[in-house]
């Protein structure tokens, strides 16, 4: 679990072009959108496309996004459940 | 001698890897390609702007040029966000980015993040979003760049009051080939500056007024 949350850290900073951002400012539970990292909805997209490339998940209802989304933590979880 | 309505009071270039700003040289970055040599200059400039980093390469040079030519302006002094306007141009409209979002596609997922850059007059809403503009805005594309057309488009925009100023200029960007040329028009008043007509758009663009 730790490796996937480093590696979804990394993801995270190559995938959305955060240059100024080191994976390891990455808090496990830092809220991704408005107040922590500050993402915006076109970044949104950009997680649901890599849950598809990385790890071959679909997000299958556009209602759970702002749960799986919440965090570093939450994303790993949802991987975890759904990975096949 | 009768003083000019409008006056260009700023004009910024940036191309083969050097920007300049009324003239005067100010970053030289050279043999690197437009990504590289943007992040340095956005660093020489201390942007301090992460969504830049977001951004395809046609609205990086525009927002590049934009933030060299309105440093110090103090455009918010004398103007309300409606009452500037922004009306640019170039040739190959978003094109670098439609073709680096076709080749995603063809691979089978594309980037969000791409996709919304395939329309070039988003380099004008960054440049809004940046420096808080909300007035009319425009976006043409020719063959080259029209110094008769922007100045008698701009002219009226100013003469019927719809703006007060207007960044105007030719933001062109194809691979490593780029060429980024913006100017301020305001009512002539106090500021210095060159009066504002084909003649002196084309002597700038051109490069014969220092």
């Known amino acids: 679990m730790t490796e996937l949350k480093e590696n979804l850290k990394k993801q995270i900073v190559e995938q959305l072009n955060l240059k100024d951002l080191n994976p390891a400012d990455i808090g496990d539970d830092m809220p991704l959108f408005v107040e922590g990292l500050g993402l915006d909805s076109i970044d949104a997209l950009e997680l649901i496309v890599l849950l598809q490339q990385h790890y071959g998940i679909k997000l299958a209802k556009a209602e759970d996004g702002p749960i799986v989304f919440k965090s570093v933590n939450t994303m790993a979880e949802y991987i975890m459940a759904n990975k096949k | ?210």
């Not at chain 2, 040079?61 to 002094?77: C, E, F, T, V, Y």
């Not at chain 2, 306007?85 to 409209?93: A, I, K, R």
């Not at chain 2, 488009?153 to 030719?170: D, E, Q, R, T």
Request: net charge neutral; proline share 4%.
């Open chain 2, 1 to 210: 001698m009768t003083k000019p309505e409008f006056t260009v009071t700023q004009y910024c270039r940036i191309r083969e890897n050097t920007i300049s700003k009324n003239g005067n040289a100010l970053f030289n970055n050279p043999n690197e390609p437009f990504s590289r040599f943007a992040d340095n200059a956005y660093r020489f400039l201390n942007m301090a702007y992460p969504k830049f980093h977001k951004m395809d390469n046609l609205s990086k040079l525009g927002l590049l040029a934009s933030d060299i030519m309105l440093n110090n302006n103090n455009l918010w002094n004398k103007y309300t966000p409606f009452e500037v306007g922004v009306v640019l141009s170039n040739q190959n409209s978003s094109l670098d980015t439609d073709i680096k979002y076709y080749e995603q596609v063809k691979k089978g997922v594309a980037s969000p993040a791409i996709f919304v850059y395939s329309l070039p007059n988003i380099v004008i809403g960054e440049i809004c979003i940046r420096n808080g503009i909300k007035g009319e805005n425009s976006f043409f594309i020719s063959d080259h760049f029209n110094a008769s057309q922007q100045v008698q488009y701009v002219n009226n925009l100013l003469k019927s009051n719809v703006v007060k100023a207007c960044i105007c200029g030719w933001i062109e960007l194809m691979g490593n080939t780029y060429d980024a040329f913006l100017y301020l028009v305001e009512k002539s008043g106090d500021t210095k500056g060159s009066p504002f007509n084909i003649q002196t758009i084309e002597d700038l663009f051109n490069n014969k007024i220092e």
